[in-house]
């Protein structure tokens, strides 16, 4: 049976943002990140061209490639993005009519919240997940494990300052899944020529996650 996008982004475990200035650049590390093994990917509005984008990678990898549109804010844009083959919707603040729109093409909605009262509306509103943001700017790991403490059965993705060194501690707080930013979309090592840096980044990535999931839930 075909995984449904929620057990491929956990599964998975990281969803990539996409901020790349233009369509080339884009390819590259989308390129680089499925060849390490991620084969998740956040294209946000704000790359030039990001409907386009989307539907260019939808054609190039399609069914090897979960795609996702993020800094939605708008359910015209929401439309637009699911269209052009996003099978979630990410938003970096809360709009109840993104959620509305997904959740009315029967996609996946990951909106953004901060605070324990922002979370709980975004959850109430129908989110899938729910993405906390810029969660290192609020104490990282130990800021998820505490709005979890009263609220065990949230599914929460942190998302801003996440990086192979906080990884760990960010999975150990009860994080479902990663929003990764620049320490693995690196712009720079597609600009210099060396896109194999995104590829090793996205296998240590997956090594870490895979040894705290083995710790954490030991095979029967």
């Known amino acids: 049976m075909a995984e449904t996008t929620q057990e491929t982004i ?12 233009n369509v080339a650049q ?17 294209v946000t509005m704000t790359v030039p061209g990001a409907v386009d984008l989307l539907k260019e990678l939808n054609r190039e990898y399609a069914g090897r490639l979960l795609l996702g549109s993020g800094t939605v804010t708008t359910a015209e844009e929401a439309e637009a993005t699911i269209d052009a083959g996003a099978e979630f919707v990410v938003s970096p ?6 959620i509305a729109m997904t959740k009315s093409r029967n996609k996946l909605s990951i909106p953004g919240a901060l605070t ?3 979370v709980v509306t975004a959850w109430r509103a129908g989110a899938d997940y729910v993405k906390i943001f ?5 104490g990282g790991a ?3 494990k505490s709005l979890l403490a009263p609220f065990p059965h949230l599914k929460l993705i942190p998302t801003g300052g996440v990086t192979l060194q906080t990884a760990e501690s960010f999975i150990r707080a009860g994080a479902r899944a990663l929003g990764v930013g620049s320490d693995l979309v690196n712009l720079a090592a597609v600009d210099a020529g060396t896109p194999e840096t995104i590829t090793e980044t996205a296998k240590a990535y997956l090594q870490v996650l ?3 999931r083995a710790e954490l839930h030991p095979a029967k």
């Open 210 to 212: 895979a040894k705290i």
């Open 10 to 21: 956990e599964r998975v475990g990281l969803i990539p943002v996409l901020r790349a200035r």
């Open 134 to 138: 810029p969660c290192s700017a609020m």
């Open 116 to 118: 324990p009262t922002e």
């Open 93 to 98: 603040s809360l709009h109840p009519e993104v």
């Open 142 to 144: 130990s800021y998820l």
């Open 26 to 42: 884009a390819h590259a590390i989308v390129k680089a990140m499925i060849a390490g093994g991620v084969t998740v990917v956040e």
